[in-house]
């Protein structure tokens, strides 16, 4: 019952998601010198998913906050995570990103917030309707788990359009494991 309750949630904010964002997210990722990931809380573990896939695709990629993340500069592209869009600490990051001429990319509940206005790009999982209460995803659920899903199928468009095999892939994969 949960499962299916999670599995039909997602699927319609997915659903309701833009079909074009995976080609203009990778748009942009192929366009940045580098790429910088950050999200606060379980919207950070989100980013650290999604900058190991793109390692994976042989992206230059950081999660912000980790002791050998670079500055950041003109030609770069920042990502944030945030389904609110008003996390204070992503603000503060977003600001001095646009500062330094990076690329904004916000990925939120909605279009319009703080990020969403500082952003050269929104990409909005499915619509702020559907992220009232939720019986069994408390707390972000519904944004977290649809916004992996969504960053994975960027993913998937990505290794099609570049035809990048999983096998070039594996060799980016961790060996100190």
Do not use: C
Not at 86 to 96: L, P, Q, S, V, Y
Not at 137 to 163: A, N, R, Y
């Amino acid at each position: 019952m949960h499962q299916k309750l999670i599995i039909d949630k997602i699927s319609g904010v997915l659903g309701a998601t833009n079909e074009g964002y995976d080609a203009k997210l990778t748009a942009m990722l192929d366009k940045a010198s580098r790429i910088f990931i950050t999200g606060a809380g379980r919207s950070g573990l989100i980013a650290r998913f999604f900058a190991m896939r793109l390692m994976h695709g042989g992206y230059e990629v950081f999660v912000v906050g980790e002791i050998v993340t670079p500055s950041i500069r003109k030609g770069d592209l920042f990502i944030v995570i945030s389904g609110s869009g008003e996390t204070e600490t992503m603000i503060a990051f977003t600001k001095r990103a646009k500062e330094l001429g990076a690329e904004v990319a916000l990925i939120s509940t909605k279009s319009s917030s703080t990020l969403g206005d500082m952003s050269d790009l929104v990409f909005q999982i499915g619509t702020p309707e559907q992220y009232g209460k939720v019986v069994g995803m408390p707390m972000g659920t519904t944004f977290e788990l649809s916004t992996l899903i969504f960053l994975e199928s960027v993913v998937s468009h990505m290794i099609h359009e570049k035809g990048i095999p999983e096998e070039e892939m594996r060799t980016r994969h961790a060996n100190l494991e």
